[in-house]
């Protein structure tokens, strides 16, 4: 297994800087997840590392070894591609021993080695049929199985699973995290999805319009989001925003906006590593860390969803809405007048300006 | 329920619509093959006299009742001529297909223009062309070049007569079959080259095992139809041999034409044509059979 360096690694098209200025690495074994919106450069930066496109700038390392110049097909990589790309004119048994074939391996060899991997990946009873007569979900596990075939030493996966129907999707995320940490290869593993990313990788790079955002472990970016954007981006439902200023009164600090103002917990207060310029802030507060029924913030019921265990409701202060995640077990209804307070370790603090977090240091102390 | 009378107008307007065509088609296409089919029973000459005499002509045609001493030669010719050609224009489609994809794609699309000048030409200048590249003097282009470097001029058209026919009538038949290979490639998904690459293919492994199979339908298209117009066309071998010298380049369809309207004797070329479109039917028949007739009609002649 190796290790991948992205040192300030850059990919432009023209104007448009798909990969800008990305440094990453992805440990021995590691399960690294490249999440963000659609367009922010994830499926660049994986044929980059793939060897496809050539940096505008900057260097991919594998282990310790400087590989810009070496071809794709030289660098043992197994990819499983969002269309996952199956040869249609050759059926699955052929699909999966294509990279053998080519190395001109007999024939035995071959076959017991494609069998084996259509094993693991339970596609052994597949192996006469044609790409085109395969569910979805048979021929991505096709397509793994012909990345695998040849023991990679890292694997790349496009989206891998965003093709699949929602349920399969489910099973096929624990599958495949199983199949990684059983197999130990390095893997990078590209989606849209913070769900996914979540659920699946060691670690995840967060991306936007091809800048690195934050990287970190799932619960890192859970509780510690470097800024707006991914604090927005990860979680369901998602985080609650509200603008308004941050008061020193005292040795406290209050967070003051025009509906409600409140007195900041001891530990948020610790937490905060540098002051905004202004006393301009952003408060996000996520939906489950909202309280029903008490403090002093005061609004009124703006709808109600129920969505089984729990229930997601919307209140109205003003102009501000604040979803809160509460148990289903108490019944609310459009119009009511409620009281909410925030769990007060959990609030966090962003720069008006900047929406880089207050908790953690500036970019250029970083 | 239907009305019949809006059934009725509808057929009324269908009808005027289309007899046009129907009229146009008659006249212009099963006129002309009936009266051939009438002529080659008859041995018609300058005289446009009709004097049905049987199967007069084509028993001379197969040698049974008199014998044409050329039919040998000409159906030699015909098929050295499709064996030559018909590999070339695919070959050669092919292989610049691919080439021109590999290069920078302005440069390729540079290229794949320049091949389509031919196609582009009318008939007459393109067979100029390969008079006079070809021209045994040495006001020729190749015999000017030679005749600057100082080595004796060389008769082409005595020495290579064939040669040079197949290979005016392959670069024309190129130009299509690369123009349909080359968007057939085109349009082939671009992770299924990079699949193949990070399998580990070469850049010939890729082309041999995953975009020759996935041109399976345009090639066998381009070579059905550079069939049929080899068998048929005589244009540019009459522009640029006219079949000589002494017949070395006369194909059935060319001597049908000679003689029919160089000697004359429209009886024996009528026979001629009709065992040519017979041929055709065959073949016709053949290449339908073999793509199954709806595979080829319907889309996707790319597997993707
Ligand atoms: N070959 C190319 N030529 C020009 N621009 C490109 C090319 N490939 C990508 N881009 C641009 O680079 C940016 C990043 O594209 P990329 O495909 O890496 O996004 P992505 O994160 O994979 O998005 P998605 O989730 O939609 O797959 C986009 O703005 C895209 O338009
Ligand atoms: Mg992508």
Not at chain 2, 216 to 237: C, D, E, G, Q, R
Request: proline share 5%; glycine share 8%; charged share 20%.
């Amino acid at each position: 297994m190796i290790s991948v360096t992205l040192k300030n690694l850059k990919k432009y098209f023209g104007e448009v800087r798909a990969v800008d200025n990305l440094n990453l690495q992805i440990g021995e074994g590691e399960f690294m997840a490249l999440l963000g919106p659609s367009g922010c450069g994830k499926t660049t930066t994986l044929l980059t590392i793939a060897g496809f496109y050539k940096p505008t700038a900057g260097e991919v390392y594998f282990n310790d070894r400087m590989v810009n110049d070496i071809p794709p097909r030289s660098r043992n990589i197994g990819m499983v591609f969002q269309s996952y790309a199956l040869y249609p004119h050759m059926n699955v048994l052929d699909n999966i021993a294509f990279p053998l074939k080519l190395k001109k391996q007999p024939k035995k060899v071959w076959r017991k080695k494609a069998v084996e991997v259509a094993k693991l990946l339970q596609i052994d009873d597949l192996l006469d049929r044609m790409p085109a007569q395969l569910s979805g979900g048979q021929q991505q596990r096709v397509a793994l199985a012909r990345a695998l075939i040849k023991q990679p030493q890292l694997l790349l996966l496009d989206e891998p699973l965003s093709n699949l129907d929602a349920k399969l999707r489910i099973v096929m995320r624990a599958e495949l995290k199983r199949l990684q940490k059983d197999l130990g290869i390095t893997t990078i593993f590209v989606t849209h999805d913070q769900m996914e990313a979540m659920t699946m990788a060691d670690r995840i790079a967060v991306l936007k319009s091809g800048k690195l955002q934050q990287v970190g472990t799932p619960d890192e970016l859970y509780d510690e989001p470097a800024n707006v954007f991914v604090a927005s981006f990860i979680g369901t439902p998602p985080m609650n925003f509200i603008r308004g200023s941050l008061l020193k009164s005292g040795s406290s600090y209050v967070f003051e906006c025009e509906h409600f103002r409140i007195l900041l917990d001891e530990v948020v207060v610790q937490k905060i590593r540098r002051f905004p310029v202004t006393n301009n802030v952003i408060l996000g507060i996520r939906p489950e860390d909202v309280e029903m029924g008490r403090g002093e913030i005061k609004g009124e019921i703006y709808v109600v969803e129920p969505m089984g265990r729990d229930t997601l409701v919307t209140v109205k202060f003003g102009d501000v809405y604040i979803k809160v995640l509460t148990s289903s077990t108490v019944k609310y209804s459009i119009g009511e007048n409620v009281s909410l307070s925030f769990k007060s370790d959990k609030v966090q603090l962003f720069d008006g300006e900047t929406e880089e977090s207050l908790y953690v240091k500036g970019r250029d102390e970083r | 329920m239907k009305n019949p009378n809006i059934t009725d107008r509808k057929y009324l307007a269908l009808s005027v619509f289309i007899s046009p065509a129907v009229v146009l088609v008659i006249l212009f296409y099963f006129v002309p093959v009936i009266l051939t089919l009438l002529i080659a029973f008859t041995d018609m000459d300058r005289s446009l006299q009709w004097n049905f005499i049987g199967f007069d002509n084509f028993a001379k045609l197969f040698g049974l009742k008199g014998k044409d001493p050329f039919i040998g030669k000409i159906i030699k010719n015909t098929l050295i001529y499709i064996a030559g050609a018909l590999p070339l224009t695919i070959g050669g489609g092919l292989l610049l297909s691919i080439l021109s994809m590999k290069i920078d794609r302005n440069a390729g699309v540079f290229f794949r223009a320049i091949f389509f000048i031919p196609r582009a030409v009318p008939p007459v200048v393109w067979g100029f062309l390969w008079v006079w590249a070809f021209e045994g003097t040495r006001y020729g282009l190749f015999n000017a070049i030679r005749t600057a470097l100082g080595l004796p001029v060389v008769h082409w058209f005595i020495k290579y007569p064939m040669l040079i026919v197949i290979m005016a009538n392959g670069f024309l038949g190129i130009s299509l079959a690369m123009l349909v290979f080359s968007s057939a490639i085109a349009s082939i998904p671009r992770d299924l080259t990079r699949a193949a690459e990070i399998d580990g293919a070469t850049d010939w492994q890729i082309t041999r095992y995953v975009i020759i199979p996935m041109l399976k339908w345009p090639i066998l298209t381009m070579t059905a139809w550079h069939l049929m117009s080899f068998v048929n066309s005589y244009v540019y071998i009459m522009l640029i041999t006219n079949g000589g010298p002494y017949y070395a380049t006369e194909v059935w369809s060319l001597y049908a034409y000679h003689a029919a309207f160089n000697r004359y004797r429209y009886g024996y070329g009528a026979s001629l044509i009709t065992v040519l479109v017979l041929v055709n039917i065959a073949l016709l028949f053949i290449v339908l059979k073999a793509f199954g007739v709806r595979k080829m009609l319907s889309r996707g002649k790319i597997e993707v």
